[in-house]
């Protein structure tokens, strides 16, 4: 009996799933693939530090601009955190894991009465260095969007 | 007896008073890990007068074989300023085995370049020296 009792409910639960009645095919929103960020488009932190050192160079190269850099150049100590400080603002504006601590752009260029072409000098070096590594012109131009907005507080300060 | 007494008393507190302040330099410089930027390899830049170069295609072979060099990260050879500039990695390659190597290549004397400063770098000098000595203490780079 209490065989024949547990067939029939096992029975009846397979007949009940099975003639269950089906859902119409629910309606699947794609979930959008969110845009990789400026940081990784850019390729992380190895290609930034890799544009960085190029774009150091030219600069170096740069007799409008040189002149302004010599005391980090000679220095090994002050290179370096120049460089850091360099890599840090673009990881940091390009939305990757870093966090710029140096000072701020007026604080750093008060008093140093830096040109419209210095400044302009600057910015030739940063796109060479960017073409040098075939990074591509729309994530080149973010990153000059990003940079761009300091001028003020560098040219004439 | 006296004055053997003093000095002795005077060792051992300058002895203890050393040794907290070296604790402590050790604690302030280890206490934050290092971020992802200054774990990076340091580099170094030297640059170089071409202005004895003659013609562009030595240029173009200077930029060559800089670039071919292990340990050199970026290169730039400007014909227009009659110079070159190379970042790299100190513990690879030397700024002298560098010159070398344009030099060689150029097959003419080439010297470092010397730049006359300009409103410098506003890096003041108190706070770079107390930069250096947390990067010799640190332990966690």
Redesign the interface.
């Known amino acids: 009996m209490r065989k024949i009792t547990v067939a029939t409910v096992l029975l009846l639960s397979v007949l009940a799933t099975s003639c269950k009645k089906e859902d119409k095919d629910p309606v699947v929103t794609p979930t959008p693939t969110p845009t990789p960020s400026l940081y990784t488009r850019l390729g992380g932190?190895s290609a930034i530090?890799?544009v960085t050192?190029?774009f150091?160079?030219?600069v170096?190269?740069?007799?409008v601009i040189?002149?302004?850099?010599?005391?980090?150049?000679?220095?090994?100590?002050?290179?370096?955190?120049?460089?850091?400080n360099l890599?840090?603002q673009i990881?940091a504006g390009s939305g990757g894991?870093?966090?710029y601590?140096g000072?701020t752009m007026l604080?750093?260029?008060t008093?140093?009465?830096i040109t419209d072409a210095e400044f302009g000098a600057l910015v030739g070096d940063l796109v060479a260095?960017l073409d040098q590594f075939n990074v591509p012109t729309k994530e080149k131009d973010e990153l000059i969007g990003i940079l761009a907005p300091m001028k003020p507080d560098i040219v004439g300060q | 007896m006296k004055k053997t007494n003093r000095l002795k008393k005077w060792g051992k507190g300058l002895l203890i008073f050393s040794a907290v302040t070296f604790s402590g330099l050790l604690v302030w410089a280890n206490w934050n890990e290092p971020?992802?930027?200054?774990k990076?390899a340091?580099?170094?830049?030297s640059?170089f007068d071409l202005s004895n170069v003659a013609d562009h295609e030595s240029y173009d072979k200077i930029g060559i074989a800089l670039k071919k060099e292990e340990g050199v990260?970026?290169?730039?050879?400007?014909p227009?300023?009659q110079?070159?500039?190379?970042?790299f990695y100190?513990d690879k390659i030397s700024k002298d085995e560098l010159l070398k190597n344009i030099m060689q290549t150029a097959g003419t004397s080439v010297s470092f370049k010397q730049?006359?400063?300009?409103?410098?770098?506003?890096?003041r000098a108190t706070s770079?020296f107390f930069?250096?000595l947390k990067?010799s203490l640190c332990f966690r780079n």
């Open positions: 932190i530090s890799a050192d190029q150091l160079a030219n170096a190269n740069d007799n040189n002149a302004r850099f010599a005391d980090a150049v000679a220095d090994p100590y002050r290179l370096q955190l120049l460089r850091n890599i840090d990881c894991p870093c966090q601590k000072k604080e750093a260029h008093g140093m009465n260095s | 971020t992802i930027t200054e990076l340091r580099i170094e830049m640059s990260t970026a290169c730039a050879v400007n227009d300023s110079m070159a500039s190379v970042t100190p730049f006359e400063m300009k409103a410098g770098c506003p890096v770079e930069g250096k990067q």
